[in-house]
């Protein structure tokens, strides 16, 4: 029991040095939030995952590079 007693205390203390640590940015969450809610609206457009995003993303980029040498 009192190991685990002390196993606990040292978990708090790294608690406590890891909570002054932290420094919140409210201009950073913001970029954050705007970034996920991009990322949402694009699931939304072009599909489920980040994966079937970027590769929709390939797909119409090499689509554009086609068009482009073709018109050359």
């Avoid at 040292?10 to 040095?17: E, K, P, Q, V, Y």
């Avoid at 970029?31 to 991009?38: M, Q, S, V």
């Avoid at 949402?40 to 489920?48: D, Q, T």
Wanted: hydrophobic content about 30%; overall charge negative; cysteine-free.
């Amino acid at each position: 029991m009192e190991d685990v007693y002390y196993r606990l205390e040292d978990i708090i203390d790294r608690l406590r040095d890891f909570k002054e640590k932290i420094e919140f940015n409210p201009d950073e969450l913001n970029l954050i939030e705007e970034r996920l809610d991009l990322i949402n609206r694009l699931k939304r457009k072009y599909g489920k995952s980040i994966e079937e995003i970027m590769e929709y993303y390939e797909k119409i980029k090499d689509e554009y590079e086609n068009i482009e040498n073709s018109e050359k």
